[in-house]
């Protein structure tokens, strides 16, 4: 027999979180890493993984001591089982689902995808190995893994290292590269998009 | 033991924080884009608040690593053309993906598998990069 407490944690945690506490959270893992003696940056782990296949012998940017940046391999090892566990264990009464507003559901419908409000899924459709094979699921894993691996190591961050680790940091640097994730972003919706789906 | 396991902790609590927040879904990306919801924004903005303090207080402290080492936050350096470029080859894939690199291990561990095509393409693009470095303006 659980515990009720341990069933109203459960419940209480598997609410949608809000922003005020998602973004404060990924600033605290920001800290946790900082005090560890490490930086926070997600995306330069496929640089490892490059180096650890022995990518080396091909290009010089790959020359480095990956070993001691095993860390950051782990902290993408959590993050996977931190998806297995909420989307399991702390999913919520409602499900997967992404709460997205009434204009955008209203949009998507614009595009020709078939949603209705209240019951748009977290994740589409065409995340999923028989869409591989079709235009958006091609183009959304395929051209799109690639475009983030590359314009990533190009931009030398992502999300993790330049929006959050290097604004926090008042960089410069990061500054041009969020306003080029946007530049990139809105082109990718309003022009290219519309020719895709 | 011990030493791994607190960056796996750290990646089961980034894990579960972006996907309670939603911030691992396409539609919230692709509602981000339309401009259509101050959700994402608000993670972004709080987040750099955030985390603006955070590094004030490390820099005023001299706060000491778990190591015994002084906190140093390196600057990145100052050439805008790498940042600018490379931000917007970014910014494609993250809109068409719906997914930058930390939610793309979040989602594979919920379950989608495909995305282990997703990360070999990602790591495709990285090698590249590294492949064409030297022809590319930084």
């Not at chain 1, 998507?108 to 977290?122: A, H, I, R, T």
């Not at chain 2, 972004?44 to 690593?65: D, E, V």
């Not at chain 2, 690199?101 to 594979?108: D, E, T």
């Not at chain 2, 990602?122 to 303006?137: E, H």
Request: net charge neutral.
């Amino acid at each position: 027999m659980v515990p009720q407490f341990i069933l109203d944690a459960i419940a209480f945690i598997s609410q949608p979180w809000p922003w005020w506490v998602a973004g404060p959270m990924i600033a605290v893992i920001m800290f946790l890493l900082l005090k560890l003696g490490k930086e926070f940056g997600i995306s330069a782990n496929f640089r490892i993984m490059c180096a650890a296949e022995g990518a080396g012998d091909y290009a010089d940017f790959f020359k480095f001591d990956w070993q001691s940046q095993g860390w950051n391999l782990l902290v993408a090892l959590g993050a996977v089982f931190g998806g297995y566990m909420t989307s399991h264990y702390f999913a919520g009464a409602e499900g997967n689902i992404a709460h997205v507003s009434a204009a955008t559901v209203e949009s998507l419908q614009q595009l020709g995808l078939n949603y209705q409000e209240g019951q748009v899924p977290l994740i589409p459709e065409f995340y999923s190995w028989e869409a591989l094979f079709t235009l958006p699921g091609f183009m959304v894993i395929v051209v799109g893994g690639f475009l983030v691996g590359f314009g990533a190591r190009y931009a030398g961050g992502c999300t993790s290292g330049h929006a959050i680790s290097g604004m926090s940091a008042l960089q410069l640097g990061s500054l041009y590269a969020v306003l080029g994730f946007f530049a990139g972003g809105l082109f990718m919706t309003y022009v290219i998009f519309p020719l895709i789906f | 033991m011990m030493r791994s396991s607190k960056y796996i902790l750290i990646g089961i609590l980034f894990g579960m924080t972006l996907f309670k927040a939603e911030a691992v879904s396409w539609f919230r990306i692709y509602e981000m884009f339309h401009f259509q919801s101050f959700h994402m924004y608000g993670i972004i903005f709080s987040s750099i608040a955030m985390g603006i303090l955070i590094i004030q207080w490390i820099k005023r402290t001299h706060m000491k690593s778990t190591e015994g080492l002084e906190i140093v936050i390196p600057d990145k350096d100052k050439h805008a053309p790498r940042y600018i470029i490379g931000g917007t080859i970014f910014g494609l894939g993250w809109a068409l993906a719906g997914v930058c690199p930390g939610p793309m291990f979040i989602v594979l561990g919920s379950g989608y598998t495909v995305l282990v095509i997703f990360l070999l393409s990602a790591i495709t693009g990285t090698f590249v990069y590294g492949l064409l470095r030297k022809y590319l303006p930084h």
